[in-house]
């Protein structure tokens, strides 16, 4: 017998596409035909991206042409999800990325969006919400609610182990966002500028890259912490373990967020979270029972916080054992992918 084949539509190169993919292929024996835009959606190429936009569909309407495939799904509920809702290919599966896709709210192009996106909720047969503040957005966008699976893809948990790095005093914090202006790594620095002020020791790692890199490294050095703070690029998902694993504190304070995986990831590994006040976060982290939730609106904030925390091992020790548990039994990737697996052969088989 066959497998059966996905058009996967969505930038392959993310780690939340890497993990989908994947998933589907190992707990569901899926083949995997991809496509992605080739030009990025930043500042002077949006105008381009938008044209590439218009003429994707001939591109992927001879790719299901050569291939075949039994099922399209997509990330993002506007770009990808609408090219998948006009190829015209059924059973039609598409995951919203954040609270929203529409964002930010203050672009000329929103109303253009959630044209987009309203064409592809209508066409979907399955609509992924990885958490439950997606789901509130689709509730809010009148969605039929009867086409949403609420479920995190989850992590590997075999690959993220823990290791309880709470017993020492001195902070030793790891970030693991894209170094863009929206995840406010700026905000972070000035925070443990004030903890170095307080003659509190720490170490500071920041994983990834983006178009903050210039920026944050000479801010680093005009607030002189870059003996403290280092920047170690973009990396293998394969160490990213290692890092977590030698961290105590997980830091992460973006002004947006749905569900993040890489939250997931540093509770799976043991670090203590301190994250921004959002809904997106509030639905994994309770205020100080397993981890805090810091305001962004002054880096006094985090900085008290992060003292606080430091000073308190005793809660920070039980909080990320907590953690891992929570984790095991909510966003455990063999098991969240095996239901997303069965669910796409079920669509297929009553096509």
């Known amino acids: 017998m066959s497998k059966k084949r996905i058009l996967f539509l969505g930038e392959t190169y993310r780690a939340d596409a890497i993990t989908w993919i994947n998933g589907l292929k190992e707990f569901g024996d899926f083949e995997i035909v991809t ?8 500042g002077i190429n949006r105008i381009k991206r938008l044209f590439e936009l ?3 569909i001939l591109t992927i309407k001879r790719i ?3 291939n075949n495939p039994d099922m399209v799904i997509a990330e993002r509920t506007t770009s990808y ?38 064409y592809a909720f209508k066409k979907a047969d399955l609509i992924h919400a990885w958490g439950n503040t997606m789901a509130e957005h689709m509730k809010e966008s009148n969605v039929n609610m009867d086409k949403v699976m609420i479920l995190p893809k989850g992590i590997n948990l075999d690959f993220f182990q823990f290791n309880d790095a709470t017993d020492t005093t001195m902070i030793n914090a790891v970030v693991s966002r894209a170094l863009e202006p929206e995840y406010r790594h700026d905000f972070i620095l000035k925070a443990f500028s ?3 002020q307080r003659n509190i020791s720490f170490k500071l790692t920041i994983i990834g890259d983006g178009t903050e890199i210039r920026k944050l490294k000479a801010l680093t050095k005009e607030l002189r ?6 920047f170690v690029g973009r990396i293998n998902n394969n160490d990213i373990p290692k890092f977590l694993q030698q961290a105590n504190f997980y830091i992460s304070t973006p002004i947006t967020e749905g569900v993040s995986t890489s ?7 043991g670090c203590f979270p301190i994250v921004s006040d959002l809904p997106g976060n509030r639905s994994w982290i309770s205020q100080k029972v397993n981890g805090i939730l810091v305001s962004v609106e002054n880096e006094f904030n985090l900085a008290h916080e992060l003292e606080w925390a430091s000073l308190n091992n005793d809660f920070t020790k039980k909080a990320v054992i907590q953690n891992r548990k929570f984790v095991e039994e ?3 990737y063999k098991i969240n992918m095996q239901k997303i697996a069965l669910t796409y052969h079920d669509l297929i088989n009553n096509k």
């Open 35 to 42: 496509w992605e835009l080739q030009t990025s959606s930043n």
């Open 54 to 56: 218009a003429t994707a």
């Open 64 to 66: 299901v042409k050569k």
């Open 81 to 118: 999800g609408y090219l998948a809702a006009i190829s015209g290919l059924k059973p039609m599966a598409i995951a919203q990325q954040g609270i929203t896709d529409l964002w930010p709210h203050n672009s000329p192009l929103y109303i253009f969006k959630k044209i987009l996106q309203d």
């Open 194 to 196: 004030i903890i170095k």
């Open 225 to 230: 912490i870059e003996n403290e703070v280092d």
């Open 263 to 269: 939250l997931f990831e540093a509770m799976a590994c």
């Open 330 to 332: 909510n966003a455990n």
